[in-house]
């Protein structure tokens, strides 16, 4: 096993997703295609399918965040909705959820044990 390299989410309409994720994750898209579109997310890929049918199976993927509630406040503000608020849970760690507008759930993690890419 490498470890976690790509985290897809079905969407309804790939162009509205793109632009939302586009906004939500404060990059554009690497791979935009009407088939599939891809983003670089610190080194992990976030893709979006138009194929996939939209909404959690039960595994939620963690974005380690440097401020999770400036975060998780900033999803809402664009749309998302609460999934569970942020806590801690243990050790400094904190989690946070939220249902993009399709139904998929994006977990945040702020783990001050873990540098995220990019930190010193």
Do not use: C
Not at 9 to 36: C, H, I, M, N
């Amino acid at each position: 096993m490498l470890g976690l390299r790509t985290v897809k989410y079905g969407v309804v309409d790939l162009a509205e997703a793109r632009d939302w994720y586009s906004r939500a994750f404060e990059t554009k898209p690497y791979f935009d295609q009407p088939f599939y579109v891809g983003f670089n997310i610190g080194g992990y890929e976030l893709g979006l399918d138009p194929d996939t049918k939209p909404g959690g199976t039960g595994v939620v993927a963690y974005w380690g965040v440097t401020d999770i509630d400036s975060s998780f406040g900033r999803l809402i503000r664009l749309g998302a909705k609460v999934e569970e608020r942020v806590k801690e849970v243990g050790d400094g760690i904190k989690v946070a959820s939220v249902l993009d507008p399709w139904g998929n759930v994006i977990g945040l993690i702020f783990n001050p044990h873990f540098k995220l890419a990019g930190q010193v």
